[in-house]
């Protein structure tokens, strides 16, 4: 797949998260249950969201990494058992489009970090993968996963 790289700003965004160390056997079944413990969340408290649920990855993927489910929400959102409520910062970011299977997806990160080389400019904070369908409504060569890779 041909990726187009943009460089564009993304603003700060209030979300409910849950963070999670996993390996890649476990990450999908641990991103299942952190979305399933924050939409339960979200229906008790009444919070409304506010975008499209996103995935952030603080450290270097290796064996074992940390990831950060979110799900964008609206003011007035409270954390609760098991579920924070924190701001993500927003900036520029260098963004590409990956269209298909989740486990294909790295293919994007190379795209971006070719264009970071290309372009001088270099990784500033924890890329995030954008889900903007889900893989129970579309068959997985459709599923659209935005990656933004925050740049200075």
């Given at each position: 797949?041909?990726?187009e790289?943009?460089?564009?700003?993304?603003?700060a965004?209030?979300?409910?998260t849950?963070?999670?160390?996993?390996?890649?056997?476990?990450?999908?079944?641990?991103?299942?249950?952190?979305?399933?413990?924050?939409?339960?969340?979200?229906?008790?408290?009444?919070?409304?969201?506010?975008?499209?649920p996103?995935?952030?990855?603080?450290?270097?993927?290796?064996?074992?990494?940390?990831?950060?489910?979110?799900?964008?929400?609206?003011?007035?959102?409270?954390?609760?058992?098991?579920?924070?409520?924190?701001?993500?910062?927003?900036?520029?970011?260098?963004?590409?489009?990956?269209?298909?299977?989740?486990?294909?997806?790295?293919?994007?990160?190379?795209?971006?970090?070719?264009?970071?080389?290309?372009?001088?400019?270099?990784?500033?904070?924890?890329p995030?993968?954008?889900?903007?369908?889900?893989p129970?409504?579309?068959?997985?060569?459709?599923?659209?996963?935005?990656?933004?890779?925050?740049?200075?």
């Amino acid at each position: 797949m041909a990726y187009e790289v943009e460089l564009k700003d993304v603003p700060a965004q209030l979300a409910l998260t849950v963070r999670k160390h996993v390996t890649m056997a476990t990450i999908a079944q641990a991103m299942g249950e952190a979305f399933g413990a924050i939409m339960a969340h979200v229906e008790a408290g009444g919070a409304q969201h506010a975008g499209p649920p996103f995935a952030l990855y603080p450290g270097e993927m290796a064996d074992e990494f940390d990831v950060v489910i979110c799900m964008p929400v609206a003011p007035r959102a409270t954390a609760g058992p098991g579920v924070d409520l924190e701001e993500v910062p927003g900036g520029a970011v260098a963004c590409t489009m990956h269209k298909g299977p989740y486990s294909a997806v790295g293919e994007a990160y190379g795209a971006l970090q070719a264009w970071m080389a290309a372009s001088g400019k270099r990784p500033a904070g924890p890329p995030r993968e954008v889900y903007l369908n889900e893989p129970g409504s579309v068959p997985e060569g459709e599923l659209l996963t935005e990656v933004d890779w925050p740049v200075a």
